[in-house]
């Protein structure tokens, strides 16, 4: 009885997080293109569909019995949507660099309400994803809402979809000409990779780690130079 019992729990539980990704997902397809630019006035006039999936989040405990994927997506998915959040409860502004409050910066605030705790951006990012749940792709994951920032995927990630998508973010992010300029002997990339170098280089170079997704083959002894970060709202 008490495995039936833990059994149908667990379908009840999966059957609600595939429930409330959905709405999540639905926001991303209708207010986000292909290419990552965000619709926030739109997205302002859907916030109370937002808040409802945030509702979710805030009852909601990732289990230890959940597969590392399941949580990485559960992380991944809280982040981009109180980064959407916090994004609209300050809307119209030009950079999520504006946004303070009582001296902290946007990723500094504790508001992203999770399993009945209150995080800040930086904690889910360094203290869960990166620590907990290590993958040098939740770079392309997370979003930070900026113009240089990896593009935000138009979809929700989910247990099934996350090791695919993250492939095809990061394949699309080191290709794309305005965040990394790449040829054979040098490449000037994304400040992400010298400020997150730790995460890129666990399994050899940076350049290894571009040679994975580059479709330009990259020399070993190729030049590298970072660009400057441009923190203007990925919005409309």
Same mark, same amino acid.
């Given at each position: 009885?008490?495995?039936?019992?833990?059994?149908?729990?667990?379908?009840?539980?999966?059957?609600?997080?595939?429930?409330?990704?959905?709405?999540?997902?639905?926001?991303? *397809?209708?207010?986000?293109?292909?290419?990552?630019?965000?619709?926030?006035?739109?997205?302002?006039?859907?916030?109370?569909?937002? %808040?409802?999936?945030?509702?979710?989040?805030?009852?909601?405990?990732?289990?230890?019995?959940?597969?590392?994927?399941? *949580?990485?997506?559960?992380?991944?998915?809280?982040?981009?949507?109180?980064? $959407?959040?916090?994004?609209?409860?300050?809307?119209? !502004?030009?950079?999520?660099?504006?946004?303070?409050? =009582?001296?902290?910066?946007?990723?500094?605030?504790?508001? &992203?309400?999770?399993?009945?705790?209150?995080?800040?951006?930086?904690? $889910?990012?360094?203290?869960?994803?990166?620590?907990?749940?290590?993958?040098?792709?939740?770079?392309?994951?997370?979003? /930070?809402?900026? =113009?240089? /920032?990896?593009?935000? =995927?138009?979809?929700?990630?989910?247990?099934?979809?996350?090791? &695919?998508? !993250?492939?095809?973010?990061?394949? %699309?992010?080191?290709?794309?000409?305005?965040?990394?300029?790449?040829? &054979?002997?040098?490449?000037?990339?994304?400040?992400?990779? %010298?400020?997150?170098?730790?995460?890129?280089?666990?399994? =050899?170079?940076? $350049?290894?780690? !571009?040679?994975?997704?580059?479709?330009?083959?990259?020399?070993?002894? &190729?030049?590298?130079?970072? !660009?400057?970060?441009?923190?203007?709202?990925?919005?409309?």
């Amino acid at each position: 009885m008490k495995k039936i019992l833990l059994t149908l729990v667990a379908i009840f539980t999966l059957s609600q997080v595939n429930a409330q990704t959905s709405i999540f997902n639905s926001l991303l *397809q209708k207010h986000v293109t292909k290419s990552g630019v965000v619709d926030y006035k739109s997205l302002k006039s859907d916030e109370a569909k937002l %808040d409802s999936y945030l509702s979710y989040l805030e009852k909601t405990t990732p289990a230890s019995s959940w597969s590392e994927n399941k *949580q990485k997506a559960f992380w991944i998915n809280a982040y981009n949507a109180y980064t $959407i959040k916090i994004i609209l409860e300050n809307y119209p !502004l030009k950079s999520i660099t504006d946004i303070k409050q =009582g001296g902290k910066t946007a990723w500094k605030i504790p508001f &992203a309400k999770v399993g009945g705790k209150t995080y800040t951006l930086d904690h $889910i990012e360094h203290e869960i994803l990166r620590k907990n749940l290590f993958d040098a792709r939740i770079h392309v994951g997370v979003n /930070c809402a900026s =113009g240089s /920032c990896p593009k935000l =995927g138009n979809v929700a990630f989910t247990e099934q979809n996350i090791e &695919a998508t !993250l492939d095809k973010l990061m394949k %699309d992010f080191v290709n794309d000409t305005t965040r990394n300029k790449i040829s &054979a002997n040098k490449v000037q990339i994304s400040s992400i990779f %010298d400020w997150f170098k730790v995460d890129f280089t666990k399994k =050899g170079s940076v $350049i290894d780690f !571009l040679n994975k997704y580059a479709t330009t083959k990259i020399s070993p002894k &190729a030049k590298i130079s970072y !660009l400057k970060y441009d923190w203007t709202l990925n919005g409309k």
